[in-house]
């Protein structure tokens, strides 16, 4: 995947990095680390040891202003995982370094003021304090950092406006409905200016229309904030429509990190090929990955498309037209072409 | 489907273990040498004389101890000295404004109808003549609860943040919770002095786990996504504690408050024997006089008082709940201030004017008719004509058939026997964690000295819940298919658990002899609400898919019942049957002092003879037994519960 | 409930002993006279008249309940002044050490009323079966078997009350040779409905009982003949006889002589009969409070009473 970091900033300052990190949940965690190692079953791990190992030496890096989303199902140690990066449990192994500082070895002073002001977290459940109104939950944050009661209230009005719930400030979060809810738990993680924004699968608990609804906003609101966000779901189509970039877990392992692209173009195993057969391949490839070699003295007729258009754009012109399609790069030159038979391959897979 | 055949696998099970545990019995009573028979006397090592040793030297050296001048008495004085203050607050006021008062709080937060009720529950207290009585009673209650949530509430979050401190804990909050409060009523008069400070102490003894327990579950309760967002915002522990954990657990703390206010108001009468007085004492001396009455005039107001803490704490609940957010501030500020006003007004107007006390032509009493009851059940229901029917001849039947050969059987036939029954009892319900700890438990009984007399006990105890469960169980199938029956049982059941069983004693000792069949008829009256209520649940929360699916196939009322409705709700009906093993040895002191005899009367003798250390002894065989009847009897109830988690 | 306790030393004793003397008073006028109010009526009586009676001389009377055994402490610490109904036979030990052994209580001399512990019977049973009164025929376990119940079998029930009463019957039983079994009625509350129950029907009843007590008021009671006291028979360790007549007597804290001149001698002239105890019992029974109960007798009486009071 090493050319797939086309974005890429300097390591030294990259927001999360993470080598090697394991999560044993149990007390044989060597035995269980060494059976792991050997690719022993989860299930045989834990009848032999009684440990869960829920994250298994996951190694990757987020970059600056990306929504690196992580996708695995149910159990694989997405969860584990993302509270890595906060400490809320503490990896067994492995390095974690957010902002260029290790976390496993921040004192606790430190870690609460990194908590304070540098990282910030959505939860699945919404995780809202249920004896406070939707005002002071959002204000939580700036409340526990010491802020005045007048600057946190008009800080948390502010946001409550951003995410769409003004007017509801003095309510409490049982009278809200899911997608408010989430609002608010989003409302509370932004108040405090975070950098770093961690997703814990936020909207699986939302039914799909307002889902699709939380998405485009997140969107939205990535497109003002400009921070970084890890976001965490077990659904697919949500990662590749979030995602900069996508790692997939199995059984706590990473198994594969790439852009959506290059994970639906070139699945690393059956397990990620499985999450990609249901895929509307065409709105998700590009002109530059489906396309194949061209010999420069070929005769091309037609207008050329560019390497990054999507697929959905080019198809019913190579459908009505039924010939080749030339593809151009950056600068004009023709660099590839679209062959009918070739781009059926890629979109129901060979 | 699938559920009900597994389950019905899980029927017959027990019954192969049954046969099984009878063959090992046989065997062993054959293989066993001659001439063993009871517990042993002479392996008595028990702690009574050694308790009653510390005791001695504590009371020697007692002057010379500083905790007593610079702990014990200024902390006594200091008790004795707010519940004198708070006693005499409330008598200052006039009756009429307590009745006003409570009518207007209750009125505010249970509606027109709840004002009116608790403000003629009040009347109840006057008119009566009880009021004076009353008072006391709620005031050594209230401080004692104040004390125990005081107490209680940052013990529970010790408990709750420390899984060490809670699971030391947890035995001790048993103990307090099985030992009977008669065998540490000394110990605190040695430590609190005369009167009413030892018995408040004595009542925060036994209602304090209560608030541990539910400030403890409260706390752990607080889901984890709460938590972590809490964490995430980076709190210190202390603003976690503060900020997300406390306000979220204030339900569940609420709820122990209102359980240490019932557990309070449930020993007023034993808090009376050392000197409480109040609604205690009354029901004493009324029964000194054999006046059953005027004690069960005083048993209501008791009764009364529970429920309407019980409504008050319930409602305070609801407000935890809430926040209070159907009205804004102002609005309610103004209805309590115009109510004080009025109240203030109203007291101030009858210290003026000198008209402070009720007048006693609008006393009022129901004592006669009562009395009258009693004698008629006296002389028609003991033995009717010359028939073998009545309660007389009940008793004597149950003492023939029933606790006398049972108790001989357990407590002269060889020991290891009866050892090796509890632990495979034990075994068939739990598993072999409860086997070894029942074996354990049993041989220190007997190592207590206290054999015979805990077999006496256990005989009583067996009796007196099979009685629940024979009575109970058709009752709570009863009220399962009448609304009505349910709805107007449940005042009846309320008023059983909460009433002094005291009030019962001289009835059932008039009408079933005294010896141990009035105590197993007391134990039983209270004991006898949770199989019902317990009962009636389970089956009313089968689902009823699953009872319709049995309908489309025909079957009958009685077919229904015993496949579908009474299987389904065992995991209940045992919750209620382990509810009543608990209240019944609840009760074995008070059985002992309507001649049940066993581990009660070896307890109250402890008390009256100032033998602290019998009283122990005895107390610890109680907590011992009812621990393995409680694990036993939840191991039983966890069988039943969903096949998953059936793993025998 | 308790009567009386052979238990020597109660630990109870000892502790109020301590508890109490960490606050005694001085000895400067004694304004405020604390009597004490042992758990049974006759002694709530007893303390009624005294305390009206020092009240019309200008005292405050404070009660306060305590158990028989551990007022003892309470007095010879002066924390408490008097208690004015002591059962020699229950208290020997507690004479020796704290009156004889000048522990600080001093005797008040007689209350008047006698009492005696002994076993009783309805007097129905003795006009029915004479022998059945008797300790000859009760060795006969035909005859003892006219007490026999369901819980006993073939034994006569000797029934005792509150645990605490200091009682010899397992003695006086085995050593006389008689067919009965003890049981525990457990209170005196449960050993009075017991005869309440027995008695409505005529069924017979063999107990541990004493007087002066309100129930002679309410049932026909009848002593049951055991062979009579004497004082070689309590000392052979051995006790096959009668309990011995308790004079009742009064117990006084030392101090008060010189603290409170005038209540120490009311409360040393302080005497009265069986007869006038019963006769407030029974108010206590007709519903009368303790208080009410004393005036009524004060009414009746009042030559009885105004001759305590010094000159
Ligand atoms: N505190 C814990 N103790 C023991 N095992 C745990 C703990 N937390 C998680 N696990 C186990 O670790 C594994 C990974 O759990 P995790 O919650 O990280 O999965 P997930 O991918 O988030 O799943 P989901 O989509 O259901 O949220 C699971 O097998 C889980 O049972
Ligand atoms: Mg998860």
Redesign the interface.
């Known amino acids: 995947m090493a050319d797939s970091e086309e974005h890429s900033n300097s390591p030294s300052d990259r927001p999360i990095l993470a080598s090697g990190v394991w999560k044993v949940f149990g007390k044989r965690v060597a035995d269980a680390m060494a059976m792991a190692r050997d690719k022993v079953d989860q299930s045989e791990i834990l009848a032999k040891s009684g440990c869960v190992v829920a994250v298994q030496d996951a190694t990757f890096e987020v970059n600056w202003g990306e929504i690196f989303v992580v996708m695995g199902l149910s159990g694989s140690g997405k969860s584990t995982l993302i509270r890595c990066l906060s400490r809320l449990v503490d990896a067994t192994a492995g390095r974690i370094v957010i902002n260029g500082q290790d976390l496993g070895e921040m004192p606790e002073l430190e870690l609460r003021e990194l908590r304070r002001h540098t990282i910030s977290m959505v939860f699945q459940n919404y995780g809202l304090f249920p004896h406070r109104r939707v005002i002071d939950n959002v204000a939580f944050g700036l409340e526990v950092r010491g802020a005045t009661k007048e600057d946190r209230y008009q800080k948390a009005e502010e946001m409550i406006e951003l995410v769409g719930l003004d007017g509801w400030a003095s309510n409490y979060p049982e009278q809200l409905s899911g997608g408010m809810k989430q609002r608010v738990g989003l409302a509370r993680a932004l108040a405090v200016d975070p950098e770093i924004l961690l997703f814990d699968e936020p909207f699986s608990a939302l039914d799909p229309l307002i889902r699709r609804d939380m998405q485009d906003e997140l969107l939205g609101l990535q497109e003002r904030l400009r921070c970084t966000m890890v976001f965490i779901t077990h659904d697919f189509s949500e990662a590749l429509k979030l995602g900069d970039r996508i790692a997939i877990m199995r059984s706590g392992a990473i198994v594969q990190v790439g852009t959506p692209e290059e994970i639906v173009a070139h699945p690393a195993d059956d397990y990620v090929r499985d999450f990609t057969i249901d895929v509307p391949r065409h709105k998700v490839l590009s002109a530059g990955t489906v396309m194949a070699g061209v010999s420069p003295d070929m005769v091309l007729e037609g207008e050329p498309v560019a390497v990054s258009a999507r697929l959905d754009a080019i198809l019913p012109r190579l459908l009505t037209e039924g010939r080749p399609v030339p593809v151009v790069d950056e600068r004009g030159e023709r660099c590839g072409v679209l062959e009918p038979a070739v781009v059926s391959r890629y979109l129901w897979r060979q | 489907m699938t559920s009900l055949t597994v389950r019905s696998a899980g029927w017959r099970r027990p019954m192969a273990y049954l046969g099984g545990a009878v063959l090992l019995l046989g065997g062993l009573i054959v293989l066993l040498p001659e001439g063993i028979g009871a517990f042993p006397p002479e392996w008595d090592i028990g702690f009574g004389p050694a308790v009653?040793e510390v005791?001695?030297w504590w009371?020697?050296n007692?002057?010379d101890l500083g905790v007593?001048?610079f702990f014990f008495?200024p902390l006594s004085d200091s008790i004795d000295w707010l519940l004198r203050a708070f006693e005499n607050l409330l008598m200052a006021i006039p009756w009429y404004v307590h009745v006003a008062g409570v009518g207007v709080v209750f009125g505010r937060w249970l509606g027109r109808a709840g004002g009116l009720a608790a403000g003629a529950g009040m009347l109840y207290f006057v008119a009566l003549g009880l009021w004076e009585q009353s008072v006391q009673t709620f005031s050594l209650m209230t401080v004692a609860v104040a004390l125990a949530v005081a107490i209680g509430v940052p013990v529970g979050i010790l408990a709750a943040r420390s899984d060490w401190v809670f699971r030391g804990l947890r035995p001790v909050l048993d103990s307090m919770q099985t030992l009977p409060a008669f065998v540490y009523l000394?110990p605190v008069?040695?430590f609190f002095?005369?009167?009413r400070v030892p018995s408040l102490i004595a009542t925060v003894i036994y209602a304090l786990p209560p608030v541990i327990r539910l400030t403890n579950l409260g706390i752990r309760q607080v889901p984890t996504e709460s938590l972590e967002a809490g964490l995430m915002f980076g709190s210190t522990s202390g603003q976690l504690l503060r900020k997300v954990q406390l306000p979220q657990a204030v339900p569940s703390i609420l709820a122990g408050v209102n359980q240490t206010i019932m557990m309070a108001l449930s020993i007023v009468v034993i808090a009376a024997m050392i000197?409480a007085g109040g609604l205690g004492q009354e029901v004493l001396l009324a029964?000194?006089?054999?006046?059953v009455g005027r004690a069960v005039e005083a048993g209501m107001a008791i009764v009364l008082m529970a429920v309407m803490l019980d409504r008050f704490s319930h409602s305070l609940v609801g407000q935890g709940r809430m926040g209070g957010a159907h009205h804004t501030e102002g609005l309610r500020y103004r209805y309590w201030w115009v109510a004080g006003g009025v109240l203030a007004a109203l007291a101030i107007a009858g210290w003026t004017i000198g008209w402070t006390d009720y007048p006693t032509a609008l006393q009022f009493s129901y004592a006669a008719p009562i009395d009258g009851a009693v004698?008629w059940a006296?002389?028609n229901l003991?033995?009717l004509g010359n028939l073998p029917v009545g309660t007389g001849p009940f008793?004597?039947?149950l003492?023939?058939y029933g606790t006398?050969p049972m108790r001989l059987y357990l407590s002269e036939e060889a020991w290891p026997v009866v050892v090796l029954f509890f632990g495979f009892v034990a075994w068939w319900a739990s598993g072999k964690k409860l086997l070894l700890g029942s074996v354990v438990g049993t041989v220190v009984i007997g190592l207590l000295g206290m054999w015979t007399l805990t077999m006496d006990t256990l005989s009583q105890t067996v009796v007196a819940v099979l009685m629940a469960i024979v009575i109970g169980l058709p009752l709570g199938v009863a009220a399962s298919r009448r609304d009505w029956l349910e709805r107007g049982m449940r005042p009846v059941l309320d008023t059983l658990q909460t009433i002094p069983s005291f009030c019962f004693?001289?009835?059932v000792?008039?009408?079933f002899?005294?010896?141990?069949i009035?105590g197993i008829i007391a134990s039983v009256l209270y004991a006898i609400p949770p199989v019902i209520r317990l009962t009636n649940l389970g089956i009313r929360s089968v689902d009823s898919e699953i009872v319709e699916a049995s309908e489309s196939f025909g079957v009958t009322r009685r077919q229904k019942l015993w496949k579908i409705q009474l299987p389904l709700a065992m995991p209940t009906v045992l919750a209620g049957i382990n509810q009543t093993v608990m209240l019944v040895l609840a009760m074995v002191v008070i059985a002992?002092?309507?001649?049940?005899?066993g581990l009660?009367?070896e307890a109250?003798?402890g008390l009256?003879?100032?033998?602290?250390g019998l009283g122990f002894e005895a107390g610890a065989s109680i907590v011992i037994l009812a621990m393995i009847l409680d694990r036993i009897t939840q191991g039983w109830a966890a069988r039943f519960q969903p096949p998953s988690s059936d793993r025998g | 409930?308790?009567r009386r306790?052979t238990?020597k030393a109660?630990?109870?004793?000892?502790?109020?002993s301590?508890?109490?003397?960490?606050?005694g008073d001085d000895l400067g006028d004694v304004e405020t006279i604390k009597l004490a109010v042992n758990p049974w009526?006759g002694s709530a009586v007893n303390i009624a008249v005294a305390a009206a009676v020092l009240e019309g001389e200008g005292y405050t009377v404070e009660r306060?309940?305590?158990?028989e055994?551990?007022q003892w402490a309470?007095i010879a610490a002066g924390d408490l002044h008097a208690s004015l109904e002591v059962w020699p036979s229950g208290h020997a030990d507690n004479v020796a050490s704290y009156i004889d052994g000048g522990g600080g209580v001093v005797n008040g001399g007689e209350l008047g009323a006698v009492g005696k512990i002994g076993w009783w019977i309805p007097t129905y049973v003795v006009d029915q079966n004479p022998a059945a009164g008797t300790w000859q025929g009760l060795q006969d376990p035909a005859t003892a078997q006219v007490y026999a119940?369901?819980?006993t079998?073939d034994k006569g029930q000797f029934?005792i009350g509150?645990?605490?009463w200091v009682s010899y019957e397992q003695d006086i039983i085995d050593n006389l040779g008689l067919h009965l079994e003890v049981?525990?009625?457990?209170?005196?509350?449960?050993?009075?409905?017991?005869m309440?129950?027995a008695t409505?029907?005529g069924d017979p009843l063999l107990f541990y009982w004493w007087t002066p007590h309100?129930a002679f008021s309410k049932f026909d009671l009848t002593a049951f003949e055991l062979p009579a006291y004497s004082d070689e028979c309590y000392a052979s360790g051995a006790v096959d006889c009668d309990y011995p007549d308790d004079v009742l007597f009064k117990i006084m804290w030392d101090g008060l002589e010189e603290g409170a001149p005038t209540a120490f001698t009311i409360l040393s002239n302080f005497s009265y009969t069986n007869e006038d105890q019963i006769f407030m019992l029974g108010k206590?029974?007709e519903?009368l409070s303790v208080d009410e109960a004393a005036a009524a007798w004060m009414d009746a009486n009042e030559s009885v009473w105004q001759a305590w009071i010094p000159g």
Do not use: W
């Open positions: 009653n005791q001695q009371i020697s007692r002057r007593y001048l008495d000394i008069l040695l002095g005369v009167a000197g029964l000194r006089h054999q006046e004698d006296r002389d003991y033995q008793s004597d039947f003492t023939t006398r004693l001289v009835p000792v008039i009408l002899n005294v010896g141990r009035p002992g002092l309507v001649g049940g005899a009660g009367l109250v003798k009256a003879r100032s033998d602290t | 409930m308790s306790s238990f109660s630990l109870l004793l000892a502790a109020f301590l508890v109490l003397a960490a606050c009526d306060v309940e305590i158990d055994n551990a309470a119940t369901a819980e079998g029934l509150d645990p605490s049981a525990y009625a457990g209170s005196e509350e449960a050993l009075l409905a017991a309440d129950s409505s029907r309100s206590l029974d519903g």
